[in-house]
């Protein structure tokens, strides 16, 4: 645990006045108005029950308010100097306001059990001090950087830039889930990108799959030998780029609901042909995995919708043509294939970065590919860990993996139906225990399932300005506190509060520069013109000196026709 060293000098800022509105808080007096900030980290010592040494019981400041200053009336008069007034009246402090601040209590750090709170409050008369940054350091990181299954993903916000780097545990990250909510140009998919450089660094070696809606993650390629990422044995991450042109999935793979979604609109009754055409199916699949191609579930829907007339002979129903005609026009479908697939182990494997980009295409096509994706490689893990499946199966998953998903809230919307969205549920509840890891991306968290956010138990939280988005957040984001979230508006870009399972306490922090571009940048739409007309305005000149272009100019006026 960490004592309070007896050769140290601490940074006293203030002394305790009582406590504060609840068992948990205390209420401090400091002059000091420029280190009493917002989340800064602070403590008093306490003596060690049964011990000699003292021990540093850190908190957090909440809150803070103006309780003594000089009149108003002095300040309302910009032609005085507050200072010689003071002076004149023998006020000589150098600081004349006076702040009441309310402190968190967080507990004394243990490197085995965490924070514990002793419940000790601190007397009045009690000594507050600034924590230094080599404590902060120790207690706020669960790994330390540069360490095995630590990922350095920027530094304290509220300290010199570098002083105090935050690194998070990986293990923690990627086991029990993590969601990145910002508002739109607040840095979520830069702060992605880092979080994806971390996890390939030599001491992670992630399996990382990624799905980018947008295309915005290809800038990933630079990882392949760059030398930041080399290992003393050899190591280099891999990077395999899918555009929508390698994305395939095997129709065999799609269940009743992929299948529907992909289809024009069908009636209640082609449902039910299509469903119970689906059960038939299945029955086949008993004895392994039945890779069953167009051709059979059209069959079984035939054999789904075939009645007897009253002489017993085969009658087939109306639905039957009709939905053979929709599953024929999915057979041409660019990406859901009979026989090619991308199986888990195309897409996995340690040390290796996998981005899905699906920019060209449909909404509905990209919820059938991420659920029957996500479906697959759960399923591969728990095969997997229950020894059903062998080497060389196309299933087989040895190690736990994990998968980021850009623009979660239309992959789990929600006040809508999604394909995804059940399948998120599932991994998210119960994929910890078979090592599969989701990351989810979004900047609209108010309109992101409530059950999927709150199964996502580490959280970066960067500027968020709408109050919608900001009032989901006050319970689907508990672990951040209280007082860190009325941050949220006042963040500026890069900047992050990170909470949960994958840091010992909430902090505020300023994401590190990536070591590969980033590939979301915002188009700069003047210099865009500027290059456009700059690039243009040669060749048009050119046209117009021609002498077609010149008779052309002489018989319009202002763009008319004056033949």
Request: with cysteine; hydrophobic share 35%.
């Amino acid at each position: 645990m960490v004592k309070a060293s007896a050769n140290a000098q601490p940074c006293v800022i203030g002394t305790v006045k009582g406590p504060g509105e609840n068992g948990n808080q205390y209420v401090f007096i400091t002059a000091n108005n420029r280190q009493v900030k917002i989340g800064e980290f602070v403590y008093y010592q306490v003596a060690e029950p049964g011990g000699e040494k003292a021990l540093q019981i850190l908190g957090k400041i909440s809150d803070r308010r103006l309780s003594d200053h000089l009149p108003d009336r002095i300040f309302a008069d910009t032609e005085i100097s507050p200072e010689t007034i003071a002076a004149l009246i023998g006020f000589s402090h150098p600081n004349p306001e006076i702040y009441e601040v309310t402190v968190d209590v967080i507990g004394y750090f243990h490197p085995a059990l965490g924070f514990i709170n002793p419940r000790l409050t601190p007397d009045p008369g009690a000594k507050v001090c600034i924590t230094d940054d080599q404590t902060l350091l120790q207690v706020v990181n669960k790994k330390q950087p540069g360490e095995v299954g630590s990922a350095q993903v920027g530094s304290l916000l509220l300290r010199p830039d570098g002083a105090v780097p935050v690194a998070l545990d990986v293990k923690e990250l990627v086991s029990t889930h993590m969601a990145i909510l910002a508002g739109t140009g607040s840095g979520k998919s830069y702060t992605a990108g880092v979080l994806i450089e971390e996890f390939l660094q030599p001491y992670n070696r992630a399996a990382v799959l990624i799905f980018d809606p947008h295309g915005e993650y290809g800038t990933l390629a630079e990882l392949r030998g760059h030398p930041d990422f080399r290992g003393d044995d050899g190591y280099a991450p891999v990077v395999k780029i899918l555009t929508p042109d390698d994305i395939t999935i095997r129709i065999s793979s799609l269940d009743y609901h992929d299948i529907l979604t992909l289809l024009p609109e069908m009636s209640d009754r082609q449902q039910s042909i299509l469903s119970k055409a689906f059960r038939k199916l299945k029955k086949h699949n008993r004895g392994g995995e039945y890779r069953w191609n167009m051709d059979d579930l059209i069959a079984s829907v035939y054999e789904s919708d075939t009645s007897e007339d009253e002489e017993g002979a085969p009658k087939i129903g109306s639905s039957a043509p009709a939905i053979e005609w929709k599953l024929e026009r999915l057979a041409n479908s660019q990406y859901f294939h009979q026989t090619h697939h991308l199986a888990p182990k195309d897409l996995f494997e340690p040390g290796q970065v996998t981005v899905l980009q699906m920019n060209e295409i449909s909404q509905d096509e990209q919820q059938v590919i991420c659920a029957a994706v996500l479906r697959q490689s759960y399923l591969a893990r728990i095969n997997t860990e229950k020894d059903k499946i062998g080497e060389e199966d196309e299933n087989y998953l040895p190690y736990p993996v994990f998968t980021l998903i850009e623009e979660a809230h239309r992959f789990a919307p929600a006040k809508e139906p999604s394909r995804c969205k059940a399948v998120l549920r599932t991994i998210l509840s119960e994929g910890r225990k078979f090592g599969l890891g989701v990351g989810l991306i979004t900047q609209r968290p108010g309109k992101l399932d409530s059950d999927v956010l709150s199964q996502c138990m580490s959280q970066f939280l960067m500027r968020i300005v709408n109050p919608v988005d900001q009032e989901s957040l006050k319970y689907g984001v508990e672990a951040a506190g209280r007082d860190l979230l009325k941050e949220l508006p006042a963040l500026t870009k890069g900047q992050v509060i990170i909470s949960g399972a994958c840091v010992n306490t909430p902090v505020l922090c300023q994401v590190r520069k990536r070591l590969t571009q980033h590939g979301g940048e915002t188009l700069n739409a003047p210099t865009e013109w500027q290059k456009y007309f700059q690039t243009h305005r040669v060749r048009s000149q050119t046209i117009d000196r021609s002498p077609v272009a010149a008779k052309v100019k002489a018989k319009t006026f202002r763009g008319v026709s004056i033949e």
